[in-house]
């Protein structure tokens, strides 16, 4: 039989060979090629997703984890104040007490109590706020500057000022720029207490002797408390609030003599 054969690879439906390799072979890789690219978009944009999502997570559990530990800390805190307090016993220091909350013109009535979890005079408690000794072997006077530093604070609002600077702090945990603003900003809140106290003790007693050094020697270093108001501070911070009362008085009494 004889055979059939087309001319220059001519097919009956005039189409030609040649014609149709190309375009079976053209068509598999034109869509593979489409294939690996949008396969390597796809790749692209679930790796930025994962990257934001693991970022937020990060950021996330930081801020938990910061909240926690000064939530803990701070109840732990409140509650050895709690467990361990009694009333003050001595009639004199709540009459201290008395009077410079008339002086700082303070209707509400702040407790008075000695708790050996103090380590430090303090101020604690942001809807009852109650003023903790560790013991009652003070002085008059230096009771007197003690509360009055502590009844300043409470003036002032300062706790609920502390309490913003620690969310602060906690929102931005990994930025140690805010950390240091926070921690200046705490030693200012201090240091005006501090002048406002011994201000008025130099007025009061304008040439007495145990004016300054009280001030000083009360300036004793005790561990910082991040939501209380603690009648103390690191050695560093406390030399310079210490210079800085000297300072103004040293300052205050050169405008008196001119």
């Known amino acids: 039989m004889p055979r059939t054969s087309y001319n220059g690879a001519e097919r009956p439906d005039g189409v030609s060979a040649g014609r149709t390799s190309c375009y079976a072979n053209a068509s598999p890789m034109g869509d593979g090629y489409a294939g690996e690219t949008l396969s390597a978009a796809d790749t692209g944009t679930v790796k930025t997703v994962d990257i934001t999502d693991i970022l937020l997570t990060l950021w996330l ?16 805190l409140i509650r050895g104040l709690k467990g361990t307090s009694q009333p003050v016993e001595r009639a004199d220091l709540h009459t201290i007490l ?15 109590r000695v708790s050996s979890a103090a380590d430090c005079p303090m101020l604690a408690g942001f809807i009852h706020p109650t003023l903790y000794l560790p013991d009652e072997r003070i002085s008059r ?3 007197a500057f003690i509360f009055r530093h502590e009844l300043t604070h409470y003036k002032h609002g300062d706790l609920w000022l502390k309490l913003l600077l620690l969310a602060a702090r906690c ?6 720029l805010v950390h240091l603003i ?10 005006a207490c501090d002048d406002a106290s011994c201000s ?15 001030c000083g020697r009360l300036l004793r270093s005790r561990k910082r408390k991040a939501l ?6 690191d050695k560093k911070t406390l030399m310079r609030r210490f210079e800085g009362l000297f300072d103004k008085s040293v300052k205050n009494a050169v405008s008196r003599s001119l």
């Not at 008395?98 to 008075?112: F, H, K, S, T, Y």
């Not at 929102?171 to 140690?176: T, V």
């Not at 008025?200 to 009280?214: D, G, H, I």
């Open 200 to 214: 008025r003790t130099r007025r009061r007693v304008p040439q007495s002797p145990m004016a300054r050094p009280s």
């Open 141 to 143: 006077t230096d009771a």
């Open 182 to 191: 926070a921690r200046f900003a705490q030693e200012d809140i201090e240091a």
């Open 98 to 112: 008395q009077e410079q909350c008339a002086d700082l013109v303070i209707d509400r009535e702040i407790p008075l």
């Open 228 to 233: 209380v108001s603690c009648f103390g501070d």
């Open 171 to 176: 929102l931005h945990w990994f930025n140690p």
């Open 61 to 76: 559990a930081g801020v938990i984890a910061c909240v926690l530990w000064q939530g803990i800390g701070y109840y732990r």
